[in-house]
């Protein structure tokens, strides 16, 4: 089966642009989440995907934003960027599904974006 | 989500078992310990996960105390290819979120 995808795999973008990073999830998994990783504050959760619907969302400036697709395919998307947004983003999958449980999580190789 | 407390950084020599501590003295009785490693800049990878019983697969062992205030990864004949940031995650199995609380991990080096 094959793991979690995510591309690009590198970008390099200009502040003031956006950015749109997409992440295809493990077969059968229906919850993706995304994360940013940087060397200041580590890796950070961003927001979670479950049923083309947002779950759950962390600390992140508006400018970050997310959508799921029918088949659970995820984009996320980094309005205006800043120097600061450049990061790994991760994305991962699990099984999701509703009901008290702890899925496995999966990750991506992530995304490396560089804002100049 | 109980907060977790690692070493920063760990040295095994090749060959040796790799045993990685974690602290989660605030845990509650509904939350799993995670293992998750990080190779350079790749997505972190899942070890190994467990409530209050010792786990092991194919990876490694994973031993929890009996009070669940600390648990230990176990690798047990460390590589090369093993030097990683190791994250200890505590997580609720009653809250239906896949967000995981990263801390910043143990850096282990194994060396030849």
């Known amino acids: 089966k094959a793991g979690v995808t995510q591309t690009p795999r590198y970008l390099i973008k200009t502040r003031g642009q956006q950015v749109t990073l997409s992440c295809s999830p493990i077969?059968?998994?229906?919850?993706v989440s995304w994360y940013q990783q940087t060397p200041g504050q580590g890796l950070q959760f961003l927001f979670e995907?479950?049923?083309?619907?947002?779950?759950n969302k962390g600390n992140f400036p508006g400018r970050f934003s997310g959508r799921q697709f029918s088949n659970s395919r995820s984009e996320m998307n980094v309005s205006t960027l800043e120097l600061g947004d450049s990061a790994l983003y991760l994305c991962?999958?699990?099984?999701?599904?509703?009901?008290?449980?702890?899925?496995?999580?999966?990750f991506g190789p992530g995304t490396r974006l560089t804002v100049l | 989500d109980a907060k977790t407390t690692q070493p920063t950084s760990m040295d095994c020599a090749e060959g040796r078992a790799a045993n990685l501590p974690c602290n989660h003295s605030?845990?509650?009785?509904?939350?799993?310990v995670y293992w998750y490693r990080q190779i350079h800049s790749q997505g972190p990878q899942y070890i190994i996960h467990?409530?209050?019983n010792n786990e092991t697969n194919e990876m490694a062992s994973l031993i929890i105390t009996e009070d669940r205030k600390s648990s230990t990864l176990i690798l047990p004949h460390a590589t090369l290819r093993d030097t990683a940031v190791y994250y200890c995650i505590v997580r609720s199995r009653r809250v239906r979120t896949d967000k995981l609380i990263f801390g910043t991990g143990t850096r282990l080096q194994v060396f030849p």
């Open positions: 995907y479950f049923s083309e619907t947002q779950r």
């Open positions: 991962a999958s699990s099984l999701g599904g509703a009901g008290v449980s702890t899925d496995t999580q999966y």
């Open positions: 077969s059968g998994h229906r919850s």
């Open positions: 605030t845990i509650s009785g509904n939350e799993y």
């Open positions: 467990g409530l209050k």
